[in-house]
């Protein structure tokens, strides 16, 4: 299973696309309140989450991924579950996905240390151990995937598919969608 965690104030296309690209490719993917089930987003659309944060288990944990979004980056950071899911995946070898200002949470714990990363600008400095690469929209290091802001959401999305089913789903996945092909 997939964990998205959706805090209050997130960013809604960052949470979204990925949720529906990896849907899309047939990867299990759950979307996770953080304090409680009705979160709303940084531009006031509330999305009912599927599960809340209680009800996620590392037993079927596959991978997590954290949208951006203000005060959402600092609402996900605040939950123990979150980095408690978080220190799992980096630990057992897992996908730990970011976006927007919300790899700033892994730089915080230590997760990007001597890893290539990329966030929005102006959060490059909490990319603690982190090579920053400003110049790409998503940067993929191993098993942690980061990107830059809502306008690389598809491409985040198509990157962590390519990492959970394989880069011939993600590519099928992005031609079908009618994604440019580059």
Do not use: W
Request: proline share 4%; with cysteine; hydrophobic share 45%.
């Amino acid at each position: 299973m997939v964990y998205v965690f959706l805090a209050d104030g997130f960013e809604e296309t960052e949470a979204l696309a990925p949720v529906d690209i990896l849907r899309r490719c047939g990867i299990e993917t759950a979307t996770v309140g953080v304090g409680g089930i009705e979160i709303t987003g940084s531009h006031q659309i509330t999305v009912k989450a599927d599960i809340a944060e209680s009800d996620i288990s590392t037993d079927n944990m596959d991978a997590v991924i954290l949208p951006g979004g203000m005060p959402g980056t600092l609402n996900l950071e605040k939950s123990p579950v979150v980095r408690a899911s978080i220190k799992y995946c980096a630990e057992n070898d897992l996908p730990v996905c970011a976006i927007c200002a919300a790899p700033s949470v892994l730089g915080h714990m230590g997760i990007l240390k001597g890893k290539k990363a990329v966030c929005f600008p102006g959060f490059e400095q909490e990319l603690e151990g982190a090579q920053v690469i400003s110049d790409e929209l998503v940067v993929t290091d191993g098993k942690i995937i980061t990107a830059k802001g809502a306008g690389a959401a598809i491409e985040f999305g198509l990157a962590a598919a390519a990492l959970l089913a394989g880069r011939e789903k993600s590519d099928s996945t992005k031609a079908a969608m009618q994604c440019r092909q580059i």
